[in-house]
């Protein structure tokens, strides 16, 4: 829930101004380390983080074609939730996105060179997973 709280902050500046404030992913850094001290499963963790640091390499070699500030929050969301699930939710989140565009494309006059913000997506996902998961 911890984490479906920041995706939800976050997601109004990527919305409104495109950007991810960093006042707020540093809040997520440390409550992901706080929850590390007293939760600790490391491992899964730290795996979670890889992922997001392997897109962080994606958006550098794409000339951030997916916003660097998405791979950092994929990054905090993988120490918060752990491999699997992080994994689940830029899975679904990327699903979502993909209607969506799609649909704005068929509907709407957007095109291919149009900025789709990720994290409302990633946040609409960890809402998803947290109501299937209970």
């Known amino acids: 829930m911890i984490s479906l709280g920041f995706l939800v902050g976050l997601s109004y500046g990527d919305l409104r101004r495109k950007e991810i404030k ?25 795996l979670g983080a890889l992922e997001g640091i392997l897109l962080l390499g994606i958006s ?9 500030g998405d791979a950092l929050v994929l990054i905090m969301t993988g120490i918060l ?20 565009a799609a649909g704005a ?21 960890q809402a998803v997973l947290a109501v299937l998961k209970c």
Do not use: H, I
């Open 60 to 68: 550098k070699m794409t000339k951030e074609q997916l916003g660097e």
């Open 81 to 100: 939730l752990g491999a699997g699930a992080n994994l689940e939710l830029f899975f679904l989140a990327l699903l979502f996105s993909a209607v969506w």
């Open 105 to 125: 494309l068929a509907f709407c006059r957007w095109n291919r060179k149009c900025v789709l913000p990720f994290v409302p997506f990633l946040a609409a996902a």
């Open 22 to 46: 960093l006042s707020v992913l540093a809040a997520m850094f440390v409550a992901a380390m706080g929850y590390l001290m007293f939760f600790g499963q490391w491992k899964s963790s730290l």
